[in-house]
C-alpha cells in the first residue's frame, strides 16, 4: 500500500510528487506520460517568475528531466474511481488497474468542455465516461457516443464493435472512424433524456429538433466531473472544495490545482500542489 496516489500529471501533481519525494513518502502519480496538454501547448510562458517568453514545450522538457533526475515515474492511465474506505483508499483505473493508498491527492485538472444538459442526473444509469468499463453492458444495444478529441477514437472504435448501432457525435476536426454500424451527426447533442435510466439523446438541426431512442450514452472527454471520479467527494458543481490545508470534505483526500477552481494558472497549481502533499505528510504523522 502507498503512502499517497496522486491523480493526475500536470504541474499540482509534479509538485506534489516532488515534496512527497522530499518528505520520503511513498506514491503513485497516475496520468499522462506526456504531462499535461495545457503545458505542452502552451505557445509562450510569461507569468510564472524567472521564465521569461520558454515554450511550453521546452518547460514540459525541463518537467520530464526534473522527474526522471528524482527517479520519479508517471503511471500511463487514466482514473475512473477513487473510494474512500475505513482506513484507506481503492483507486481504478479504466485498463482494469486497482490501487490502494493511505491518502490521495487529486491533481486531475478542470472538467473541460460545459455538461450536457441530463448528463449529471443520468451518471450511472446509462451515461458512462468509460467505454471499456462499462461498454459489454450495451452488447447489442443501441448508444451514443460523445467524443471530444481524437486520441479517444479507439474507444469509440471499440465501442461500435459491441453495440448494434452507435450515433457517433465527434465534436473535433479530422475524425477518422466510419463503420457500417456508425452513423455520424456533426452536431453537439443538447439533452440527454430518460426516466429512470437513459431513453434518448436529443439535438438540433436547421431549427428542428431530433430524438435518438438509445440505451446508453458514452461521453469520451479529457477531464472528467470530480464527483464522478472520487466518490462522495463535495464540489460546487464545477470545483472541488478545500480548505486551506487543500483538504476536502474526505478524510485523507486532498485537493490541488485546476481541479479546486480559477484562477487557471501555473503559479496557483504548484502551490496548491506543494501544500496539498505537505499537509499529507502531516495526516500521515498524526496518524
Do not use: W
Not at 3 to 22: E, F, P, R, Y
Not at 61 to 84: C, F, M, P, S
Request: charge should be neutral; aromatic fraction near 8%.
Amino acid at each position: 500500500m502507498f503512502d499517497c496516489i496522486i491523480v493526475g500529471s500536470g504541474l499540482a501533481a509534479i509538485s506534489a510528487a516532488l515534496t512527497l519525494k522530499a518528505n520520503a513518502k511513498s506514491f503513485l502519480m497516475i496520468g499522462e506520460k506526456n504531462l499535461s496538454d495545457k503545458i505542452s501547448k502552451a505557445e509562450e510562458i510569461h507569468n510564472y517568475p524567472a521564465f521569461l517568453g520558454v515554450s511550453g514545450t521546452a518547460f514540459a522538457e525541463l518537467l520530464k528531466t526534473q522527474l526522471e533526475n528524482e527517479e520519479i515515474v508517471v503511471t500511463q492511465g487514466r482514473v475512473n474511481g477513487v473510494y474512500a474506505m475505513k482506513e484507506k483508499f481503492a483507486v481504478t483505473t479504466q485498463d482494469g488497474g486497482m490501487y490502494e493508498s493511505k491518502t490521495v491527492i487529486l491533481a486531475c485538472g478542470v472538467e473541460s468542455g460545459k455538461r450536457i444538459k441530463g448528463e449529471q442526473e443520468f451518471l450511472g444509469r446509462g451515461v458512462s465516461y468509460c467505454a471499456t468499463c462499462d461498454g459489454a453492458l450495451y452488447k447489442n444495444k443501441k448508444i451514443a457516443v460523445v467524443c471530444l478529441a481524437k486520441k479517444f477514437e479507439h474507444e469509440a472504435k471499440y465501442l461500435s464493435e459491441i453495440a448494434e448501432k452507435t450515433y457517433l457525435f465527434p465534436l473535433y476536426k479530422g475524425l477518422d472512424l466510419s463503420g457500417e454500424k456508425i452513423e455520424k451527426i456533426i452536431k453537439m447533442p443538447s439533452e440527454i433524456v430518460g426516466e429512470k435510466r437513459v431513453k434518448g439523446v436529443l439535438y438540433e438541426e436547421k431549427g428542428e429538433a431530433k430524438h435518438l431512442n438509445v440505451d446508453g450514452v458514452f461521453i469520451l472527454k479529457e477531464g472528467l466531473p470530480p464527483d464522478s471520479i472520487a466518490f462522495g467527494v463535495e464540489t460546487d458543481g464545477v470545483s472541488v472544495k478545500t480548505d486551506r490545508r487543500m483538504q476536502t470534505n474526505l478524510k485523507g483526500c486532498f485537493a490541488c490545482g485546476d481541479i479546486t477552481g480559477r484562477p487557471y494558472q501555473y503559479a496557483k497549481a504548484v502551490g496548491e500542489g506543494n501544500v496539498a502533499a505537505h499537509s499529507v505528510v502531516e495526516y500521515l504523522n498524526e496518524k
